[in-house]
């Protein structure tokens, strides 16, 4: 379904002290055509769009180490991409995949440009990347994919030093359900097994943080589980409030209408903290696909907020 910019325009406004991304570098035809598809999740329409735009292998310049084993769930293996040339004590900049918590992978098929693309921006931009995936429901629900990530992040915090990274300086990314996986691990500090969580800054895109707030689709069910009674306590926002990692949140112009609602509860929950409010991000004419397929590509709008957000801490 389409949507038109003037609708777009009004829902925009929405959002005072959110920061729109700069004028936009988008192709005229690429952004009509996701205006055309509008606001839905559609992974394989969007990958016709972007993948001709990405890198293929074999990538010049980077060392890829694919599916080192950090934990003890087949599921538990991540691929680091090094540059060359890599000086040593670069920051790490890990990221976790969505799929709806059943499905997903950090490589969507073994020759697809995504999400390797994420890698080879950050190896590019003086990151080691870190590219993981987790176990998925309904046979591991709440809280697998924050445990995994704990354990993921002990990992890298260990043995990162040995590939050229900082463990000082991890910064965790994650994209719709790799997003609540980000935010429950950083909203719940009982899972850390690194002191403080182990983080220099947590980046959120497209997630869900209160599940209370918008209804649960049958696969977050399949995670969450099917008892409302739990759903607060298994929510990220009260821990979003009080947390001190450095946070950034982002979310697309066409993110379906609940992505948009849950953005700004978690905006309006961080500036409930000392530090202040998280960096929040409205990315116009990207959809929520669209927002990560594009980096590592002349689009940079949200790439440039990452990296302000890595150089300033806030």
């Not at 629900?141 to 463990?167: C, F, H, M, Y």
């Not at 910064?171 to 935010?183: D, E």
Request: proline share 7%; hydrophobic share 40%; charged share 20%.
């Amino acid at each position: 379904m389409a949507v038109s910019r003037a609708a777009l325009t009004v829902v925009a406004t929405m959002f005072a002290g959110v920061a729109w991304a700069q004028q936009s570098p988008m192709p005229e035809d690429l952004a009509s055509k996701l205006r055309e598809l509008g606001r839905v999740i559609d992974p394989p329409k969007t990958v016709a769009l972007y993948a001709p735009l990405q890198e293929k292998e074999p990538y010049h310049g980077v060392k890829v180490e694919r599916d080192v084993k950090y934990g003890p769930a087949d599921r538990n293996l991540l691929d680091i991409f090094v540059p060359e040339t890599a000086a040593s004590a670069r920051p790490v900049l890990i990221f976790v995949h969505g799929g709806t918590y059943v499905g997903g992978n950090k490589r969507t098929t073994p020759t697809s440009p995504f999400y390797d693309n994420i890698m080879l921006w950050a190896a590019k931009n003086g990151f080691v990347g870190v590219n993981v995936t987790y176990r998925l429901a309904p046979p591991n629900p709440w809280p697998a994919g924050a445990e995994d990530l704990a354990t993921a992040v002990q990992w890298i915090s260990d043995k990162i030093g040995e590939r050229g990274g900082n463990p000082g300086r991890i910064y965790l990314m994650g994209h719709s359900a790799g997003a609540v996986h980000v935010a429950s691990y950083v909203s719940h500090p009982e899972f850390h097994k690194v002191k403080g969580g182990g983080l220099a800054g947590a980046i959120m895109i497209s997630g869900n943080y209160d599940l209370t707030a918008t209804p649960l689709a049958d696969s977050q069910r399949a995670y969450f589980g099917d008892d409302p009674a739990r759903y607060a306590e298994r929510s990220s926002l009260s821990g979003l409030a009080t947390t001190n990692i450095p946070l950034m949140l982002a979310v697309a112009e066409l993110d379906p209408a609940g992505f948009v609602l849950q953005f700004d509860l978690a905006k309006q929950a961080t500036c409930r903290r000392a530090s202040g409010c998280a960096r929040a991000l409205l990315l116009p004419q990207h959809s929520h696909m669209s927002e990560v397929y594009s980096i590592n590509t002349s689009d940079t709008r949200l790439t440039e907020q990452i990296l302000d957000f890595v150089r300033t801490g806030k």
